[in-house]
């Protein structure tokens, strides 16, 4: 399992070219970009607190949202599925992140004209939920089913409203336990899942990283340093929580999934 291995994880840096980014639901704001890398450099050292190793990527500084590597693949035990994103300017991105993810796991890739985001992706156990977005499509979704069924992975499409990604509304903080904003995703998908809802002032608090302990034990769940009531409502169920400052990052409409791709390695 996933908690008693080695956890790399892969990491982008900030582009030059951030404040280029796609946006889809937020309106665009100024974005200091330098603040931006300093907080990725923070988020990054906290994941070398939590256990993490560090695999950094080339720097892309003519793809603006390359730091968002989570886009780029889909990682199971046995297997890497490199996405074909959504939105075409990102489809460069993923060349060096399969050229990583072939030193983990052997590598397939979903072909044209099909598409899927990895931020679409949400694992639980041999349970897949895939968004049905406007990043990820029927045909991406049945690739992946396809490609993951002989490893006997369950994939299921997850209707979306008013937002970019599943994982902006829904990520998993526990064994069979969901973060989840009920506005933006019917929690009738995730039935037999315990679910904890996000504080209704804090909608974008669903996007959390669970990073697993060593040797089995319970994972850490980090969160955006912004969502200060909904870091509670995880505290109260017993979760160890780590907040990190990501401000300029969710300009872009990223967020703590986003920026980096956990892989369990020998």
Known sequence: MLAARRIVALTRPVSA???RCELSHLPRTPIDVERAARQHAAYEELLVELGCTLERLPAEPE???AV?????AVVVDEL?????????????ETASVEAALARHRPVARISAPATLDGGDVLRVGRRLFVGESARSDAGGIGQLRALLAPHGYEVTGVALRDCLHLKTAVTSVGDDLLLVNPAWVDTASF???GLLTVDPAEPFAANALLVPGAGGAAG???LAAAFRRTRDRLAERGLAVRTV???EIAKAEGGVTCCSILVAAA
């Open 80 to 92: 890497a599925v490199i996405t074909r994103p959504g939105a075409p300017s990102r489809r460069a």
């Open 68 to 72: 968002f590597v989570e886009d780029t």
């Open 191 to 193: 039935a037999g899942l």
């Open 17 to 19: 070219a951030f404040a």
């Open 220 to 222: 850490t769940v980090v």
């Open 63 to 65: 793809m603006p949202d």
């Open 245 to 247: 400052e990501v401000k």
